[in-house]
């Protein structure tokens, strides 16, 4: 069973990833590097504090890179106790995939860090907006799923690195943003504005 599973996550790899073209290398490039979404990050900063203050953009912030530094800690573990090699370094793909940046990425990548951070932070932040832009969750988890099909074209995962990062993202999002509930609740006087 577990075979069979691999084997359908390899196909659906090489389907996904042969899908590429040179044309768009630089898009699926862009979209997977962390430096060029900055100004979108400092963007979503500047809409926390204009719509919650000082106190409670902290809060998000604060919950926000605890909630980043624990999804890299549990996908490292996952990396590191699994060991599955990335398709870009699997001999049976050699001249069958497209690899774009293979290089410059670690040896393991089940599961896959991006699309569990950039979920994470999707359901983050778009549940922490959505009494106040309510177009704000749906554009986020878009944004996410974008980056973690990038993850595929480049050939650095394979969908089942993705789909599981993905559903830690989902997890640690949802559960996070329940714990900052919980706290903007218990300590409502303290953090407004």
Not at 33 to 47: A, G, V
Request: charged fraction near 15%.
């Amino acid at each position: 069973m577990v075979q069979e599973i691999i084997q359908l996550d390899k196909e659906a790899f090489i389907y996904l990833n042969t899908l590429g073209s040179t044309t768009w290398d630089w898009f699926w490039v862009f979209l997977s590097e962390r430096t060029y979404w900055i100004p979108f990050y400092l963007f979503l900063l500047y809409l926390l504090f204009r719509n919650f203050g000082w106190k409670k953009t902290g809060v998000v912030l604060a919950l926000t890179l605890l909630m980043v530094l624990f999804t890299d800690q549990i996908t490292n573990l996952l990396k590191d106790g699994f060991q599955r090699p990335r398709p870009c370094f699997t001999p049976e793909f050699e001249g069958i995939m497209r690899g774009v940046g293979c290089e410059r990425r670690g040896l393991y990548g089940f599961t896959s860090a991006h699309a569990s951070n950039h979920i994470a932070i999707a359901l983050f932040l778009g549940l922490v907006f959505r009494n106040t832009y309510k177009w704000m969750l749906p554009f986020l988890l878009i944004w996410a799923a974008l980056i973690s099909y990038s993850r595929i074209y480049l050939g650095v995962h394979f969908p089942l690195d993705v789909i599981c990062g993905g559903m830690i993202g989902l997890i640690l999002g949802f559960a996070y943003y329940r714990f900052y509930l919980y706290l903007t609740t218990k300590y409502a006087e303290k953090l407004e504005k």
